[in-house]
């Protein structure tokens, strides 16, 4: 158990007893809530601790929250399955969609399992999925106040977008405690009629790009230029042409010479999108670049000296 989700309780006015993984629950012993921590491994080896929650659920006495591992034991507990993820989800800026407002998080994961969105039970549901790969990112109970998330809210030194939801269990845990009777959970921005991740497009408004425009840092040495790359790869698939300005231009494998001035990526012929580069430690040509290619939006990425010089140019 993470040491920030004790002191995400705690400060909030919550006593807390840490147990093992493999106690008896419902705990002998009174208590308002229960809280299923991360963890490491694989889900489906800790069938222990999933028959234990399993109890916990049918006895369905106090309200559940789970987090990474525990999102994942929740899930099997409530009749679901867990896989291996291909490519698993491991940073602190991947985008997760809560499907009850529509509204979208940045969050800190670090996971090679997920859980199967199809296998979900009724009344079980998705809770949040992630804008990235549509892999599941939490699920919650449509009548009892049971949910989870594959992401870490408690994550330090964040993102911290989502830490309100120690706020939502603590809330529904006193108000379940006060009512003496399960009460149910109240999401912040969740009076929209629940969505999906298909129609979450219909919901939320989006901006049609065709083109954009990244302005970067570059590396601080030969060959560390890495950061365009990626860049350019994340808009590609929707379909976005991407300039991408980068003081980085020595990465010969990839660039060949226009003329004296200007560098451009090879057209990558396993995309039908077309990726450009041009070197932002030439100011001059950041202007004429905006002007022929006209992109729809402009991200200047880390906001280095000969970034913040171009973008200027173009306000100017």
Not at 106 to 130: C, M, R
Not at 156 to 181: C, I, W
């Amino acid at each position: 158990m993470k040491f920030n989700q004790i002191r995400c309780f705690t400060k909030r006015g919550v006593e807390l007893k840490v147990l093992p993984w493999n106690s008896q629950l419902p705990d002998p012993e009174p208590h308002d809530g229960l809280f299923i921590s991360n963890g490491p491994g694989d889900p489906a080896t800790l069938s222990a601790t999933v028959e234990q929650l399993k109890s916990a659920l049918q006895s369905a006495k106090t309200p559940i929250f789970g987090i990474c591992l525990g999102h994942q034991l929740l899930s099997l507990a409530a009749g679901a399955k867990t896989e291996k993820m291909k490519f698993g989800n491991r940073g602190h800026n991947i985008p997760c969609t809560d499907l009850m407002s529509g509204r979208c998080y940045i969050t800190s994961q670090n996971h090679g399992y997920a859980v199967v969105a199809d296998s979900l039970p009724a009344p079980w549901k998705e809770f949040f999925v992630n804008a990235n790969d549509g892999s599941n990112e939490g699920i919650s109970h449509s009548e009892l106040p049971f949910f989870s998330v594959q992401f870490h809210p408690e994550s330090t030194p964040g993102p911290r977008d989502t830490e309100f939801l120690f706020d939502v269990f603590v809330d529904v845990v006193k108000r379940s405690a006060e009512q003496e009777k399960l009460a149910h959970v109240i999401m912040p921005g969740a009076n929209k009629p629940r969505i999906t991740a298909i129609t979450n497009g219909d919901v939320s408004d989006r901006v049609n790009v065709q083109k954009c425009l990244v302005l970067g840092s570059g590396g601080l040495s030969i060959g560390q230029a890495g950061e365009f790359d990626y860049s350019g790869s994340q808009v590609t698939p929707f379909g976005i042409d991407a300039d991408i300005g980068n003081q980085s231009v020595e990465r010969r494998r990839y660039l060949y010479h226009l003329d004296q001035s200007e560098y451009r990526y090879h057209p990558n012929l396993e995309r039908s999108c077309r990726q450009s580069l041009f070197p932002t430690r030439y100011p001059r040509i950041c202007p004429k670049g905006h002007q022929t290619r006209t992109p729809r939006f402009n991200i200047c990425y880390f906001w280095w000296s000969n970034s913040l010089e171009c973008r200027c140019t173009i306000e100017r």
